[in-house]
């Protein structure tokens, strides 16, 4: 989708960024011719010719060099060397509407799906290797590799024996902004292999708004609005110098390749395009897959791709080396009733496909999770061991044991009132319906059982907050004035009960 042209990143939080499709600006590059009329009507000599004027324009936009400038960053950097077998290289502008400016085909409207017109072609090294390379030429007299070479703007359409040419009339070239460029010409069959097709090409590029408060700049455009454009091809497995083209599609529209059906060429058929710029880089060679780097573990001193130390084939019991095979290892077992026995176990990665047994799912505590084999009388205590390692995962996490608290609390409570208001319903209902008869009965209900739960639920569990405040742990220490036999005399006795001393507080209160 497309959007308005923007003029600053105001709608982009700090810290974020927006990713566009496609920044199709509102006129593409080319010639146009804007026209106005001017009618005067209810004149007294009558009505006169209207006024009308025009005036030619050209939008320009850069068609066959880029300026430098406009070029933020590239990636992989430039004449670096690391680990690039799985990165697609790209290359960042400041402009954000650049791959948009101009149409593939010149002179054509810009519409909202109108794809990019230039892309990013990776050349290996073996791609220009040879007297007769993929891309470029080869020069007898020195034996070297010949890339792009400097011409004419009016060269880049001249005609060439088996050489396809860019679609671009002469008037396009002339009212460009370009007097030069530079071109190189590949094979055509070769182009069709590694050029992405017209479908592909509006996913090779996109824009980027991003926010750039509080940022060190180093070189970046202050709004933040960039494009980017990616190659559709990684550096080899093998690794090795790579070249990357910035190269013009406009008038290749219909040279690309196609799925449907297949294009082919000939083998001394070439196609000329124009270079807008280009880098090199060097690629690691690819350590390999995950699947090779594990079975590379054992070929290289290390232990045997996730099996217990030793030869299966040692095994003399047929069973005992089928699960060898499949990454179990017997353990010893001490059972809950004191007997020893020997168990099999095995963690979740193994180096062959298992199924996930879930019959007995879910299993509430972790001997529910031991499975039993019949025939050979051995626990296999995998599940339960990844069952009890998971519990204990889960409950070393604060927040998530907070949580299981609380629901627990929650679900409890909730139970604890259904069942208070069953009961308070099985012993009210019956006497209500007695009493008002069955056309009173829901009006009754509806007020009485209610209030009678909330009474229930007071009882049950009281506000503490109602109550005084004594801590019955460490006892007040009162004196109370007992009467003897003789009315003159009294003992002074401490008391230590908290009660006692509440009710004589109570009593002081009063008087």
């Known amino acids: 989708m497309t959007y308005p042209i923007k003029t600053s990143n105001s709608s982009v939080s700090p810290g974020d960024i927006q990713f566009l499709s496609a920044v199709h600006p509102p006129l593409a590059s080319g010639s146009y ?51 690039y077998y799985k990165q697609m290289p790209f290359m960042v502008f400041n402009n954000f509407a650049l791959p948009w400016a101009r149409t593939l085909t010149p002179g054509a409207a810009q519409t909202d799906t109108s794809p990019p017109w230039m892309t990013i072609l990776l050349a290996y090294e073996s791609d220009k290797q040879g007297e007769s390379p993929n891309i470029g030429g080869y020069d007898s007299a020195t034996g070297k590799w010949v890339g792009p070479t400097t011409v004419s703007a009016e060269d880049v359409i001249a005609a060439k024996t088996n050489v396809i040419t860019p679609a671009i009339s002469d008037s396009d070239i002339k009212n460009g902004p370009n007097t030069s460029a530079q071109i190189i010409e590949i094979k055509y069959q070769f182009f ?12 090779l590029s996109h824009a980027r708004d991003v926010n750039t408060d509080n940022k060190i700049m180093l070189g970046m455009d202050v709004d933040g609005l960039f494009s980017v454009v990616v190659s559709n091809r990684v550096p080899p497995a093998e690794g090795g110098k790579c070249t990357a083209f910035l190269i013009s599609l406009e008038g290749h529209q219909d040279h690309l390749p196609s799925y449907t059906p297949p294009k082919t060429a000939n083998a ?55 699960a060898m095979e499949i990454g179990y290892v017997a353990l010893k077992n001490e059972l809950r009733i004191g007997e020893k026995s020997t168990s099999w176990y095995r963690g979740p990665c193994v180096p062959a496909p298992t199924k996930q047994v879930t019959d007995y799912a879910p299993y509430h505590y972790s001997d529910h999770a031991i499975q039993y084999d019949p025939e050979t009388g051995i626990f296999d205590l995998s599940y ?86 004594i801590n019955v742990r460490k006892p007040i220490k009162t004196t109370v004035t007992l009467k003897t036999n003789n009315a003159n005399e009294s003992v002074n006795k401490e008391s230590s009960d908290p009660l006692v001393a509440l009710a004589k507080q109570q009593n002081a209160d009063r008087d």
């Open 33 to 83: 011719t804007l026209t106005g009329s001017q009618q005067i009507n209810n004149l007294e000599q009558g009505n006169v010719a209207p006024y009308t004027a025009s005036q030619n324009f050209f939008v320009t936009a850069p068609q066959f060099t880029v300026d430098p400038s406009s070029i933020h960053s590239v990636y992989p950097p430039k004449g670096q060397t690391g680990n």
């Open 192 to 203: 069709l292999d590694i050029a992405p097709t017209l479908e592909e090409l509006p996913l």
């Open 268 to 322: 001394d058929q070439s196609i000329r395009v124009v270079v807008l710029g280009g880098w090199e880089f060097t690629a690691s060679k690819m350590p390999g897959s995950f699947r090779q780097l594990m079975l590379d573990v054992e070929a290289k001193g290390g232990v045997k791709l996730l099996q217990a130390p030793g030869d299966p084939n040692d095994a003399v019991n047929e069973i005992a080396k089928e």
């Open 384 to 469: 339960a061991a990844a069952w009890q390692v998971g519990r204990l995962l889960a409950l070393s996490d604060g927040a998530f044991s907070q949580s299981l608290s609380s629901w627990r609390r929650t679900y409890l409570g909730k139970m604890q009132s259904n069942a208070e208001q069953a009961s308070i319903e099985s012993k009210v209902i019956p006497a209500l319906t007695a009493v008002s008869g069955n056309s009173e009965y829901n009006a009754a209900s509806n007020k009485v059982v209610p209030q009678l739960h909330s009474f229930m639920h007071c009882v049950a569990h009281p506000d503490t907050s109602i109550f005084p405040k």
